[in-house]
């Protein structure tokens, strides 16, 4: 089986892709990256899910995308709540070069493990404007992913699979569910409570509720707290 | 005076292609990129670096390529010594997708302070052969950058500039030397002693070499060891 890079965060997005790429024969390696985030929480729901998939491996790197900010989930900006989700404007819960970070640490890792494909759950559709969730964003990066490497040199160039990318977060959710996917493992929260509960009010949120209510589904998440 | 992201290891290019961009008439930001080097000795040269050049400020930002792995410089693979350099084959000490993930942050940094240009001392002609020094690889780089972030949404392309890309190490040495670099405040050694002396024999210690003889100058790191 060839092997996949995944980019897990913990949240749904990121599971359903890893298991979408999984059930078209790839043999997981789950990263995640601790970049700093308001709640380091996260790497908890991450490793859940790495587990429940069956990842061959989960590698934690951390990268301090605190010191450079600039962002409501690494500096102390606070986190937009109830605002009106218009992809046209970006918001503060952006974190500049994030997915560009990120998608450099699994093609680094891709090239040590021997993977020529890598996959994140980036969404264009049910998301928060993000510039670098698009597609041709996602385009531009496997161009450079083919020049970037040793594989890329010697005629092996890297995919880059995002199989959300044009889903609803309705759609997504179907998916994962008809796949069996237990999203109470998962989190979605930019903003949880002391106690873990996610606020419901972030863009995070509403977009997991609207999708969990578009497919007539129940969030185990809120239901079990 | 429009402000640049500079990527500063301490090394001479680095420092180089940094005081070129300025005299140029840019406001450096300098960013260091603490990657589990084998010799964290490096930040000390690029702090020194730093200063010289008068940088507005100079951030560190850490990343665990160590983690990662698959190189001489991050794990314990010894760094080849006295090896016929030619850039057809990829030596060891390559680090996979480190100036992917050193741009990365680059970028993400120049997103925060409002610079739309980056600077890299990447060379591709007195160098170790690493795929992501070539030029096609810095072309793809900007492409992506253009669409990644922010000011790429906003009709504001982001430049990377690579002053060095097709100067021999000779020329590199003597554009520094006329703008008056002090290159005993810089370091090339892939494997110093423990007393910090570079080996002589690294593909780095061998490529200044003979840019400082090419160039009919003295390197003052030696002379002064």
């Known amino acids: ?9 913990g949240g749904l997005d990121s599971y359903t892709a890893a298991a979408l790429v999984q059930r078209d024969g790839f043999d997981l390696h789950a990263l995640s990256v601790l970049y ?3 709640h380091l929480r996260e790497i908890e729901f991450a490793r859940r899910v790495a587990r429940a998939l069956g990842a061959r491996q989960h590698l934690e790197v951390s990268v301090d995308l605190a010191r450079i900010g600039g962002s409501a989930l690494t500096s102390d900006i606070p986190v937009p709540k109830e605002r009106a989700i218009d992809t046209a404007e970006i918001p503060t819960t952006y ?17 040590v493990v021997g993977a020529h494909d890598i996959v994140i759950g980036a969404n264009a559709l049910d998301y928060s404007g993000y510039p670098d969730c698009r597609p041709e964003y996602l385009e531009a990066f496997e161009r450079l992913a083919a020049l970037a490497t040793r594989a890329g040199v010697e005629g092996a160039p890297l995919r880059i699979h995002a199989p959300l990318l044009h889903m609803s ?7 994962g569910l008809s796949l069996g996917l237990d999203y ?16 419901g009010a972030c863009d995070s949120c509403v977009l997991r509720a609207k999708g969990f209510a578009e497919a007539g589904a129940e969030d185990p998440l809120i239901s079990a707290s």
Chains 1, 2 share one sequence.
Not at 1 to 9: D, E, G, H, N, Y
Not at 184 to 199: K, N, Q, V, W
């Open 1 to 9: 089986m060839p092997s996949a890079v995944v980019l897990l965060s």
């Open 36 to 38: 700093g985030q308001r």
């Open 95 to 111: 974190v500049p070069a994030r997915n560009t970070v990120f998608l450099s640490l699994a093609l680094a890792w891709a090239e």
């Open 169 to 175: 977060k309705a759609d997504i959710i179907r998916a």
């Open 184 to 199: 109470g493992l998962t989190h979605s929260c930019y903003d949880p409570g002391p106690d873990g509960r996610p606020c």
